[in-house]
Structure formats: C-alpha cells, structure tokens
C-alpha cells in the first residue's frame, strides 16, 4: 500500500505515518526500488499497534523502547512483557480515574434533570460546585 492509501485506511495524516516512522514508532518501511514507501502487512501491524497504543495515551518514548526491544531478539521477552504491563497498570488507574468522573457527572446530571421536572433545585454537599 501506499502511504496514501494507508493514511485513507487508518484515517491518519501521511505526516503522521511518517513521523512514526522518524521517531522510531515504528520499523523503518518497505520501499519500491524507486524509494517510495511500500506498506506491507507487517508494517500495517506496526502501524495499527502505533495507533492504538497512541490513542491509549502512551508515551511516544514507550512505543521506541518497545520496537528496540523487539528488534533485539527473543531475549527481550521478558523486558517487553514487564513494559506492556506497566503500561496497562497505567491505563487501569486512568480507566478508575475516568469511572470515578463519570459516577460523580452522571449523578449531577440526575440531579439536574429531576430539578428541571420538579421545578426546584435540592442542595446536597455534593452539589455545592
């Protein structure tokens, strides 16, 4: 694929995939013999995990460790697995973080709309702000 048509697939900028590239998100890409970016399956998988593990909110500096780390061989195992778990332990407290938000959003929302129908607003400690 092209990098068009891969930026047309993933709904990403060509400027995205090729600072992936650049910063060493991602291996360095199949190229025609012309030089021209070639996407190949595997370099789509990078670029679906690059994309996910971005939208999850992890730093650029663990996607390049982790591609090191994969490039060095099956000696790194271990240290690839200890990686990815930190990272999910990190989205485990965002998601309790983001849970907590909602709960305490969905009851003022309550609150609000059963004052729209009751026509009077009821103060609680939870609602001073």
Not at 29 to 52: K, M, S
Request: aromatic share 8%.
């Amino acid at each position: 694929m092209t990098i068009k048509e891969v930026s047309e697939t993933y709904h990403i900028s060509q400027d995205t995939l090729r600072y992936y590239e650049r910063m060493q998100m991602i291996p360095r890409v199949h190229r025609t013999p012309g030089g021209i970016r070639d996407y190949q399956a595997e370099d789509l998988r990078w670029v679906e995990l690059a994309i996910c593990m971005r939208g999850a909110g992890l730093p650029i500096e663990v996607m390049v460790d982790y591609l090191r780390l994969f490039q060095e061989g099956d000696s790194t195992i271990p240290a690839r697995l200890e990686l990815l778990n930190e990272q999910m332990e990190h989205l485990r407290e965002q998601k309790a973080q983001l849970e907590a938000t909602m709960e305490r959003l969905s009851y003022k929302i309550k609150h609000y709309e059963e004052a729209l129908q009751t026509g009077k607003l009821v103060w609680d400690k939870r609602d001073e702000i």
